[in-house]
């Protein structure tokens, strides 16, 4: 009888518990947990990109560059060609192609840099002659046009360098390289293996887990086409009025604008910025102007209406997401996971609609 009363008041007190705290609270304070349990997860998860980048960083780019090369070794497939030999075949390219870009920026900029110094320098002293009518101190325009001068021959190095430099050393450069061929390797020859496999175990349904892993793929091919295709466009646009003014360093200007046009929003303004200078510097203040509009036009109305139908119209997302999710995950995770923020919201969106549409969502 006394266990009786015991549950009793227990049952009550858990009863008065449910009637102080409103229905919409209870419901916020869980919502809040969960919250915080899907900030705590993902810390742990960045914790653990950032510990395991040496292995994680090879694989993420071998996947993509798997995505992007996988249909020439299935194309070989179906013409009698061995998968491995197919497979050797598109990994010579992929070398070839590598090392053709490195020299083209070898010798667009790195061996014209002391000519590039020397416009950017003109440019520079230029515009601190301007300043220096605004009172502006002497020793920080001096200082900034020996950073400038400094920055110019490394700015090469910089974009052969720019996938070492997630890498610790030279020979965390050399081991990731490694890797990543090898995981390259196995993935473009074992790539329907694979994808059966990944797809089998992904969902319940396997038909469905091959339709995800169909979609992650059309998304990588189709964000990096239309960047190209976006990267041609704003480059023109700017090219263009560079040759019709006699503007030297035009093939240099170009691979800076180019290249840097895969770091999203803002490397572009960078290549523009650069363009801007050394016109400045060779050309005169009407010839920078004219220029300085060009970036403008290019990186304004050009760029947005070829993105959104070149990238945007591909992942079927809206431009301002696109924007906010690069940012966000270039706050967060730095260059890489910058470039790949758009293609990774895309398969992601599109994985939550695939298994909404099929009712995992939905309580039993």
Do not use: C
Request: hydrophobic share 55%.
């Amino acid at each position: 009888m006394g266990t009786d009363v015991q549950d009793t008041a227990g049952s009550d007190t858990r009863s008065g518990f449910e009637k102080s705290a409103p229905s919409w609270l209870r419901r916020a304070g869980v919502q809040a947990w969960l919250f915080v349990g899907i900030i705590a997860a993902a810390a742990v998860l960045l914790a653990g990109f950032k510990t395991l980048q040496s292995i994680l960083i090879p694989l993420i780019l071998a996947s993509v560059a798997a995505i992007l090369f996988r249909p020439l070794v299935d194309a070989m497939e179906k013409r009698r060609v061995p998968r491995a030999i197919g497979t050797v075949l598109t990994m010579l390219l992929v070398v070839v192609v590598a090392v053709a870009l490195v020299a083209i920026v070898v010798w667009g900029i790195v061996a014209q840099a002391p000519a590039i110094g020397a416009a950017v320098a003109s440019g520079v002293e230029t515009i601190g002659g301007w300043l220096e009518g605004y009172d502006v101190d002497p020793e920080l325009l001096e200082s900034a046009e020996q950073t400038v001068r400094a920055a110019v021959p490394e700015l090469g190095q910089g974009i052969v360098g720019a996938i070492g430099n997630v890498f610790s050393s030279a020979i965390g450069f050399f081991i990731g390289v490694f890797f990543g061929f090898f995981i390259l390797f196995f993935l473009l020859k074992d790539g329907p293996t694979i994808n059966e496999w990944v797809g089998g175990h992904l969902t319940k349904d396997p038909e469905m887990g091959a339709e995800i892993l169909g979609d992650s793929e059309h998304s990588i091919r189709a964000y990096f086409r239309g960047t190209a295709i976006t990267a041609m466009a704003t480059s023109a646009v700017v090219v263009i009025p560079l040759i019709l003014l006699g503007v030297p360093l035009v093939v240099p200007i170009w691979l800076v604008y180019f290249f840097s046009s895969f770091i999203p929003y803002l490397g572009a303004w960078i290549g523009g910025a650069f363009a801007v200078i050394i016109a400045l510097g060779t050309g005169g203040v009407e010839t920078a102007a004219i220029i300085l509009l060009a970036v403008v036009i290019s990186n304004g109305m050009v760029q947005s209406a070829v993105s959104s139908w070149a990238v945007g119209g591909e992942l079927d997302l809206h431009p301002l997401v696109i924007f906010l999710v690069t940012i966000a995950a270039g706050t967060v995770g730095g260059i890489t996971l910058m470039i790949l923020a758009a293609p990774l919201t895309a398969i992601i969106v599109r994985t939550v609609q695939r298994l909404s549409a099929a009712g995992a969502f939905e309580d039993d």
